[in-house]
């Protein structure tokens, strides 16, 4: 049990900047660590729709509110995940050749594209939140997260890792067939909680879903391989949809 509670404190501090009281490094729980990530994505979502309550409480204004909840995932995770978005458009939009495309997601530099694209992003989730009803209900944003994390430890965990991937050397030797179960009963009942208690905004996991394997089929393809960049380029793009569907429905 101490090895499971290690790597859920390790998943915290290393998937999102909430401060966590635990901050010693195991790397014999580290192959568990992805296990943990709709727990940070339950975390994270909860403190979501708190932000959200309470921006109503204050009675912000609508455009005040809608940048905050906009800014939100991209703070409470350092930036990891639109870095990772950042960093695969410059390869995916480059057309080079599979190892120029490559070098270029290892490149530290930012492209012209990978501008463009988090530009047009940022301003697609900040018109979605603007555009929120009254109505809306707020513990949406719980379910998004835990959605967007549990499709993405699935995918790690199941596809084919890039060569060059931290995930193609410790952490694959430490995989089981039973963590591909264990998100896909995340998977299950993440949908199903947000059908029985949110209703029509059950349909936000599913958009998250799908999104995620649109970009992550474009970007897996491309690459010739999956990895973290990869998951968190898919994953934001993934959340941008499920808030799509939360504020239009």
Known sequence: MKKYFRACMMCMTMFCYIPCPFHKWDDEARPLMTLFLPV????IGILWTLCAYLIGW???PVLIGAAILCAYPFLVTGGMHMDGYLDVTDAVKSW???DERRRILKDPNVGSFAVIAGILLVMAQFALFASVKDTANLFTLTLIP???RSIAGLCVTVLRPLTTSEYAGTYRKGVKKSHIAVFVIWLVLAIAAGFI???KYGFSSLAVIAGYLWHLRR????LDGMSGDISGYALTFGEVC???VFALI
């Open 40 to 43: 940070v994505g339950a975390w």
């Open 58 to 60: 204050l009675g912000l």
């Open 96 to 98: 080079r050749n599979l």
């Open 146 to 148: 835990i959605v967007s």
């Open 197 to 199: 208690f949110l209703g």
């Open 219 to 222: 970007a897996f393809k491309s």
């Open 242 to 244: 499920g808030i799509a």
